[in-house]
C-alpha cells in the first residue's frame, strides 16, 4: 500500500509491519503516515514495525515531538498482547545527528515499555530485522 509518500509492506516471514518513507513529506503527511501504519498493523495483529526513514529529510519539531509523545504513542498501550517493537531505520550520518527531541535519534531513545512500545535506531537493515525477531 502506498499513501502519503510512505510503502507499507506486511513481512509475514518475520512477522513484521515494514514502512518505507519514499519522498519528503509534511508533517501531515507523518501523522497521516503513522495511523496508516497503526492500521496495518491492527489489520496483521502485528506488533513489529521496520520504519525506514531513508529516503525522507528528519521532520523535528516541538509540535511533532508533542504529537507523537501524547497522541500517537499512548495509543499502542495494551493494543497488542506484547508491547510495539519499532526499529527506526536511518542513514549512519543522520544517526549521528540529534536535532530535538522528535528526531528519530531522540524517539528511538525513549523506549517505553510500561506505555506500550520500544524503540531502537539502526543503520543496518539485517540488525533491525534481527532486533524485530526478538
Do not use: K
Not at 54 to 70: F, G, I, V, Y
Not at 72 to 91: C, E, K, N
Amino acid at each position: 500500500m502506498t499513501n502519503f509518500g510512505l510503502d507499507i509492506s506486511p513481512r509475514p516471514d518475520l512477522p513484521a509491519v515494514v514502512a518505507r518513507w519514499q519522498r519528503e513529506i509534511s508533517e501531515t503527511e507523518l501523522h497521516d503516515g503513522y495511523f496508516a501504519i497503526l492500521a496495518a498493523a491492527d489489520a496483521l495483529g502485528c506488533w513489529r514495525w521496520l520504519l525506514d526513514l531513508r529516503r525522507r529529510e528528519e521532520l523535528a519539531t516541538p509540535a511533532l515531538a508533542h504529537w507523537m509523545n501524547h497522541d500517537f504513542f499512548p495509543r499502542l498501550v495494551g493494543r497488542f498482547s506484547l508491547p510495539v517493537r519499532i526499529a527506526f531505520l536511518v542513514s549512519p550520518l543522520r544517526a549521528q545527528q540529534q536535532v530535538s527531541d522528535s528526531s528519530a535519534v531522540a524517539l528511538s531513545a525513549g523506549s517505553r515499555p510500561e506505555q506500550g512500545f520500544l524503540t531502537a535506531l539502526f543503520t543496518d537493515e539485517a540488525a533491525a530485522y534481527q532486533w524485530l525477531a526478538q
